[in-house]
Nanobody
Framework: EVQLVESGGGLVQAGGSLRLSCTAS????????IGWFRQAPGKEREGVSC????????YYTDSAKGRFTISSDNAKNTVYLQMNSLKPEDTAVYYC??????????????????????WGQGTQVTVSS
């Protein structure tokens, strides 16, 4: 079965850290673009950070710059999102998505509304003030 599974979410106080994981099964991340997106209650889904599994290039949206770090371990077929200095406004369900036909990870992150090939089920991140 082809799927993406996110993990690592939870409840954390403002200023704390979490590391999210996105693990693929049924396919490998070779030559894929993988993105982290999030959706808060009542808000539209937004891009957070994206990475190319082929060359390791990364992109961060303004909400993630300076606080979040995306990385990949192709041997484990896993992409991570290290989130530091968390704020209450980071509270959302975080999803990862993967697609082999993305020309630009910048475009992927800026187009969260598109139906990428694979999506995970999401992991809840709640940051208390």
């Amino acid at each position: 079965e082809v799927q993406l599974v996110e993990s690592g979410g939870g409840l954390v106080q403002a200023g704390g850290s979490l590391r999210l994981s996105c693990t693929a099964s049924g396919f490998t991340f070779d030559d894929y673009a993988i993105g982290w997106f999030r959706q808060a209650p009542g808000k539209e889904r937004e891009g957070v950070s994206c990475i190319s599994s082929s060359d390791g290039s990364t992109y961060y949206t303004d909400s993630a710059k300076g606080r979040f770090t995306i990385s990949s371990d192709n041997a484990k077929n896993t992409v991570y999102l290290q989130m530091n200095s968390l704020k209450p406004e980071d509270t959302a369900v975080y999803y990862c998505a993967a697609d082999p036909d993305i020309f630009s990870i910048v475009s992927m992150c800026r187009r969260p509304e598109l139906d990428y090939d694979y999506w995970g089920q999401g992991t809840q991140v709640t940051v208390s003030s």
